[in-house]
């Protein structure tokens, strides 16, 4: 499988375009529209390259590089419509690994991502997240293992996506808009209908009695939690 690239940027046309044109490149691609959902997803599948606009809501691309730094000391290159030279001299004082302007031609941005991913291979290797408990339910990101009860479950990898975001914060009620961005991208927004597939294919593997379910729960006219099992 290639290198795993985020993208973050609020134009879901540019998302779309970038996230089309990696894979065709040979990446996978993860795609966030603000730097608050980037971080959530970067917490479930560590990237190896994050691209990082600048000019996004709330949370600006300067104060998310020193999270991505920071917190998973991953290559970031920042991808933006500004040209001003203070944002480009003040986004490596901080720690970008390279930066490109839009416009730009997709090959260019190819060779930027692969000529970064050069430089950063070698780096100093970030520890494995540990194993998550919530209740009866053990999930090890790092052997994409899931077990209940101590019996291991076998998941599809969007299955446990979705799993491991409820996990990490048992017993808080989640949108089904959150769980769409940060387990399929921003892009699916709207389109509920995948998690409600994919909430029921998960109680019928992690449930005794899948039509009354004791670990995720629906909070009526919210959205779901994971019961903490406290």
């Not at 000019?55 to 104060?63: C, E, I, N, V, Y």
Request: no cysteine; glycine share 6%; charged share 25%.
């Amino acid at each position: 499988m290639g290198k795993h690239i985020l993208i973050v940027d609020d134009d879901a046309l540019m998302r779309r375009s970038l996230a089309f044109n990696l894979e065709h490149a040979g990446f996978r691609s993860s795609t966030a529209a603000n730097a608050e959902d980037a971080l959530a997803v970067a917490r479930q599948s560590r990237p190896d390259l994050v691209l990082l606009d600048i000019g996004l809501p709330g949370m600006d691309g300067l104060d998310a590089l020193k999270q991505f730094k920071a917190s998973f000391r991953v290559p970031v290159i920042f991808v933006t419509a500004r040209h001003r030279n203070l944002d480009e001299v003040v986004g490596l004082e901080l720690g970008a690994d390279d930066y490109i302007t839009k416009p730009f031609d997709v090959d260019v941005l190819v060779a930027h991502i692969k000529a970064v991913l050069r430089r950063s291979t070698g780096a100093e290797p970030v520890q494995a997240p540990e194993p998550i408990q919530a209740g009866e339910i053990s999930l090890n990101p790092t052997r994409h293992e899931v077990s209940v009860h101590e019996k291991t479950i076998e998941l599809s990898p969007r299955e446990f996506s979705l799993l491991q975001v409820l996990v990490q914060e048992p017993d808080r009620v989640f949108s089904v808009d959150e769980l769409l961005a940060r387990t399929w991208g921003a892009e699916f927004i709207g389109q509920s209908q995948v998690v409600y597939v994919h909430i029921r294919w998960l109680r019928e593997k992690i449930e005794a009695d899948p039509s009354r379910p004791t670990h995720i729960l629906t909070v009526r006219g919210v959205g779901y939690k994971l019961a903490g099992g406290k």
